[in-house]
């Protein structure tokens, strides 16, 4: 999930590449000699990839999430990062959400503060529902139609909560024409005429032309509502109000957050959250080997982060609590891509170059390798969105076995003019090591073509104002730029068009970092995002990966996984595609 997508969504990408990856639980107890044993609640190996792993309706106990990075923030409107999206369901909810099922059952949208999936009409612009007769707020009063429309407008207000998605901004307001709620002159502050709200039950939503994800967008936590004389603007991260099965009882940022139980909530009015602990909480360390030791020891559940076992960790974790992990996809493709706007990548025969000199094994080792690193990647489009192709290989990587095919590379290099070679820099975040280290790994297989490549480590902590600045980039002389990308929704549109369409390219905060716009592709989005069936939209989307492909400006490496942890103790434990492949923390118990 991304960024702003639009700026942002990754913010995450480049913010929040944190976001990325997937799931860490808990550790078994410790090791007493008794090797063909299994901990109690182990479940096996990948036990909880597409299925559930220790299925049960037990409900008491704590579930105690360890992380190492914190939240964007808790805010519904705010958070961008993929874990927050997936932890904030136990005090947000929103019209529909996600399937509670294991792997691809998991992206269908069903009703969740609604009666059903919207009623549509007007051919696809208007979106129709009717709010639940017993969804309630923490202090019991019932969650409207106008709490809905307020939670919504909030994105409005940049200036104070930005840092959040802002598809239903684009979606529903295309020229920002409403200034959010804080600067509403009406008396309400309900003015955005977008969204109607014609009694405390019925919400109407008028699209200027449609948009096939937008239920999707509906999904996200930007969506939930807030009730009004709650909000507290900028602070109202550090305390949400809830309208989900637990509350916040404590927070500290950067130490710790205590949930409990909100006894207002009512089960039969929820579909989707399984609700089993009595209470949750979360601790935040800095050292991220303490944090998988100490999860290896019992003392937490999962990691909220889902960044999944690090290196050190990691052939303990493999050897002696193998039953304890899960080995899945994240939805991240992890890339290299080259702006055209630096010579003399504006020539696409200089970019094959660099495409097939590429040791696209070597990459996936600097990863992690097949299981924490991912399956090398033939394309940029993710496996599980509607369009996607793993066999699409139109530079030969997977026939090539992953090998650098240097007799093509110099054909390239002969064909754009640059029969010896040529310099360039690979811009990589100072923070991500193991970006850093396909960053080397790409600059020695260059090496061998004759591209010699400096690689740069920039502030990761600045990234929307280095590599998302289009002006920058090309100062800096950054000819390939090494980045991941998840997806905010999972459709081409949610993981694509930040990344490709050349209407998303920005002057700060750009995502679409080889500046891409070709007409071709940009009208593709415009064709699949007016159809509101998937299946045909999916091939939509197939052509438009296949024209990105042909354009020669992005060098995938891997498909992303990572090895998660769970506890013993968890139960009700699975990996959910809807969330990048983190586990559906809502569903969770603990033994």
């Known amino acids: 999930m991304t960024t702003h997508r639009m700026s942002k969504r990754r913010l995450v990408a480049g913010t929040a590449v944190v976001l990325a990856t997937m799931l860490a639980a808990t550790a078994c107890g410790g090791d007493d000699g008794k090797k063909d044993e299994k901990p109690a609640g182990a479940g096996g190996f990948n036990a909880a990839i597409g299925k559930v792993a220790n299925a049960s309706t037990k409900a008491g106990g704590e579930l105690k999430f360890v992380g190492t990075q914190e939240a964007d923030s808790w805010d519904p409107q705010r958070g961008y990062y993929g874990f927050m999206w997936d932890f904030s369901r136990y005090y947000a909810r929103q019209l529909v959400s996600f399937k509670a099922e294991p792997g691809t059952k998991s992206t269908e949208l069903v009703p969740d503060l609604a009666t059903a999936n919207a009623e549509i009409s007007d051919g696809g612009k208007t979106y129709k529902y009717t709010l639940k007769d017993n969804v309630t707020w923490e202090d019991g009063t019932p969650v409207t139609a106008q709490d809905v429309k307020y939670g919504i407008e909030r994105t409005w207000a940049q200036d104070v909560i930005s840092g959040g998605p802002v598809y239903l901004m684009q979606v529903l307001d295309?020229?920002?024409?409403?200034?959010?709620?804080?600067?509403?002159?009406?008396?309400?502050?309900?003015?955005?005429?977008?969204?109607?709200?014609?009694?405390?039950?019925?919400?109407?939503?008028?699209?200027?032309?449609?948009?096939?994800?937008?239920?999707?967008?509906?999904?996200?936590p930007a969506a939930s509502p807030v009730k009004q004389d709650k909000d507290t603007a900028a602070k109202y991260g550090l305390k949400p109000f809830s309208n989900g099965p637990y509350k916040i009882d404590s927070y500290e940022p950067n130490k710790s957050m205590k949930l409990s139980r909100n006894t207002k909530w009512k089960p039969e009015s929820d579909t989707i959250r399984k609700a089993l602990p009595d209470s949750i909480s979360v601790t935040f360390m800095a050292n991220a080997d303490d944090m998988d030791k100490r999860l290896m020891n019992g003392e937490f559940d999962l990691d909220i982060n889902a960044t999944g076992i690090g290196q050190a960790a990691r052939s303990t974790a493999l050897k002696d609590h193998k039953d304890n992990l899960d080995n899945g996809q994240t939805g991240f493709i992890r890339y290299a891509v080259m702006p055209q706007t630096v010579a003399p990548f504006d020539n696409i025969e200089c970019r094959k170059a660099v495409i097939y000199a590429a040791d696209h094994k070597s990459l996936q080792t600097a990863r992690g390798g097949p299981q924490a690193g991912g399956d090398i990647a033939p394309n940029m489009l993710p496996l599980g969105i509607k369009g996607a192709d793993g066999k699409y290989d139109p530079y030969g990587v997977l026939t090539n076995d992953g090998k650098p095919d240097t007799?093509?590379?110099?054909?390239?290099?002969?064909?754009?003019?640059?029969?010896?070679?040529?310099?360039?820099?690979?811009?990589?975040?100072?923070?991500?090591?193991?970006?850093?280290?396909?960053?080397?790994?790409?600059?020695?297989?260059?090496?061998?073509?004759?591209?010699?490549?400096?690689?740069?480590?920039?502030?990761?902590?600045?990234?929307?104002?280095?590599?998302?600045?289009?002006k920058v980039v090309k100062e800096k002389g950054y000819g390939i730029i090494i980045m991941g990308w998840g997806a905010d929704f999972p459709t081409g549109q949610g993981f694509s068009q930040p990344l490709v369409d050349g209407r998303f390219i920005l002057q700060s905060g750009n995502n679409n970092f080889s500046e891409l716009n070709d007409p071709a592709v940009n009208k593709l989005f415009d064709d699949a995002i007016a159809e509101t069936d998937p299946t045909k939209a999916g091939d939509i989307y197939k052509q438009m990966n296949q024209k990105v492909s042909e354009a020669a400006v992005y060098l995938p490496f891997v498909y992303d996984k990572t090895i998660s942890w769970r506890s013993s103790r968890l139960t009700n434990v699975y990996t959910s595609d809807a969330y990048n492949g983190r586990y559906d923390y809502a569903s969770l118990g603990v033994q």
């Open 174 to 220: 295309p020229k920002t024409e409403y200034p959010g709620p804080y600067k509403d002159t009406s008396p309400d502050k309900l003015g955005l005429k977008a969204i109607e709200t014609p009694d405390a039950k019925t919400i109407v939503f008028k699209l200027p032309a449609p948009n096939g994800d937008f239920e999707q967008m509906l999904a996200m």
């Open 407 to 470: 007799a093509k590379a110099k054909a390239a290099l002969k064909a754009c003019g640059k029969e010896s070679g040529f310099k360039t820099t690979i811009a990589v975040r100072n923070n991500k090591p193991v970006e850093v280290a396909t960053a080397v790994s790409l600059q020695n297989a260059l090496k061998q073509v004759g591209i010699i490549a400096d690689v740069d480590q920039f502030d990761g902590a600045q990234t929307s104002g280095i590599i998302g600045s289009p």
